[in-house]
């Protein structure tokens, strides 16, 4: 798992090292934030994450705010982002999912409860290494991450529930993001994403 990578933000050092530990007990790769501002830094240099962990209650720039300046960069317009935080009323969790996080962990946690909301949140990373560089230059024009992602899986042969599994998402909602995948490329079928992205060849223009 060591090819996953989860970006923790936090003020709280202590907090920051004690999920830094369990994380890497679990074969994570970690990458430590001790505010917003450093964490959209470590993005904008191109660091790639699978996950963010985001403190809700930080000074300067809390997790909301913080929230929406990462969501404002392309490469993690898609990147899951669980919102952590020390306050458990309802009004707090109300707005996490408002803003659209993926989940909202209350600490102190359980640490086996914490790691499976963790995995199950993380969409697996895929290998580029067999695919046309050129046709993924041309995907990612009209692509959203997350529809990328899916069209190299489709481009592996994978069914629409095997892809649900590695990316955490519904059956029907990758339903959708294949559809939308077809739309935006003009391509037909299935069969045409995996011509295109191992062979580079497509009879339409993108």
């Excluded at 560089?133 to 959203?144: H, Y």
């Amino acid at each position: 798992m060591s090819d996953i990578r989860i970006l923790c933000v936090d003020d709280d050092i202590s907090m920051l090292n004690t999920i830094e530990d369990i994380l890497i007990n679990a074969g994570y790769a970690v990458t430590l934030a001790k505010s917003g501002k450093q964490a959209v830094e470590f993005i904008k240099k191109g660091i790639e994450f699978q996950l963010i962990l985001l403190d809700v209650d930080m000074p300067e720039m809390d997790g909301y705010e913080t929230f929406k300046a990462v969501r404002e960069i392309d490469r993690t317009k898609e990147t899951p982002i669980i919102f952590l935080t020390g306050m458990d009323t309802p009004d707090f969790e109300i707005k996490g999912w408002e803003y659209g996080a993926s989940d909202y962990i209350t600490k102190p946690f359980i640490k086996s409860v914490f790691l499976a909301r963790i995995k199950n949140r993380i969409t697996v990373p895929v290998t580029t290494s067999n695919y046309s560089a050129e046709a993924l230059e041309e995907l990612g024009k009209v692509l959203t991450e997350l529809e990328l992602t899916v069209a190299k899986y489709l481009a592996d042969g994978l069914s629409n529930p095997e892809i649900a599994e590695r990316t955490n998402y519904t059956y029907g909602y990758i339903k959708q993001v294949v559809s939308a995948i077809l739309e935006k490329t003009y391509m037909k079928k299935r069969s045409d994403i995996r011509k295109f992205l191992k062979e580079g060849k497509s009879n339409n223009k993108l």
